[in-house]
């Protein structure tokens, strides 16, 4: 203890440090633990049971909020990235020991939406007559459950993200360390709001609606897509043999 310190703060002071001493006096919060529901190891399993029944694509759909001027409520982004905040600060399905029976402790992650299938659901898109709801674009995970507050909105769009949503990222992350292509789709569901002068608001039984109208045109999307890279496959397989 300090000897400068005046007698009267003496032993608040020191009862103070006795008590940091004394850790089992001290709950340190860790980020991970204290997280309710269920761990993203868990959540994204299934992934992981595909790949060893022998699936080789892994196709993911979401609703989203866009923050692209060009994106509008009803319209389908081609996810060409993502950015997966939880990820970034920890909550990563691949903490933990490393199975490397499915993949590398430290995986790349450019490229880990499938080019080719990205180019052949926009070939699909202009011949079913819907390539004008169609765009490419960058989706961001966050924690949610809660919407953005404006100043969340405006920084997600400032750092280039096209459409945000609470999913997603983890079973994609998963798919491409043990070596799945993927392919995923974002419905735009609503605008997020990013002006203080905006009276909307974003609500879920608007984002199930949207959901709703949209649900036969993804579906046909995504049934021609997984026909046509059967095809792909099948001629695989003709060359292999
Ligand atoms: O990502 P999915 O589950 O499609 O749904 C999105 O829509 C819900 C909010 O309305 C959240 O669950 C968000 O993630």
Same mark, same amino acid.
């Not at 310190?5 to 008590?19: C, D, V």
């Not at 399905?93 to 990205?118: E, I, V």
């Given at each position: ?35 309710? %529901?269920? $761990?993203?190891?868990? +959540?994204?399993?299934?992934? =992981?049971?595909?790949?060893? /029944? !022998? &699936? ?86 966050? %924690?949610? $459950?809660?919407?953005? +507050?404006?100043?969340?909105? =405006?920084?997600?769009?400032? /750092? !280039? &993200? ?80």
């Amino acid at each position: 203890m300090s000897p400068g310190l005046p007698p009267q703060w003496r032993s608040s002071a020191e009862s103070g440090l006795s008590m940091l001493a004394d850790t089992s006096s001290v709950r340190i919060p860790s980020l991970i633990s204290d997280i309710p %529901g269920f $761990p993203q190891a868990q +959540t994204t399993f299934p992934v =992981r049971v595909f790949k060893l /029944l !022998g &699936v080789e694509t892994l196709i993911v759909t979401n609703a989203a909020g866009s923050l692209a001027d060009g994106l509008q409520p009803g319209d389908i982004m081609i996810i060409k990235d993502h950015v997966n905040f939880p990820g970034m600060v920890g909550l990563n399905p691949l903490c933990g020991p490393n199975d490397d029976k499915f993949g590398p402790r430290f995986p790349a992650m450019s490229g880990c939406y499938d080019k080719g299938l990205r180019c052949l659901a926009m070939e699909i898109a202009k011949e079913h007559g819907v390539a004008s709801l169609m765009q490419e674009g960058v989706y961001a995970m966050v %924690g949610g $459950p809660n919407f953005e +507050t404006i100043a969340e909105a =405006r920084l997600l769009h400032r /750092l !280039g &993200v096209d459409a945000v949503g609470m999913s997603t990222a983890p079973e994609v992350v998963v798919a491409t360390h043990c070596g799945l292509r993927v392919f995923g789709l974002s419905l735009i569901t609503n605008k997020v709001v990013k002006s203080y002068e905006d009276k909307d608001s974003v609500n879920h039984e608007g984002v199930l609606e949207v959901g709703r109208l949209r649900s036969q045109t993804v579906q046909q999307l995504v049934t021609e897509l997984v026909s046509r890279m059967e095809i792909n496959n099948n001629n695989n397989t003709n060359n292999a043999v």
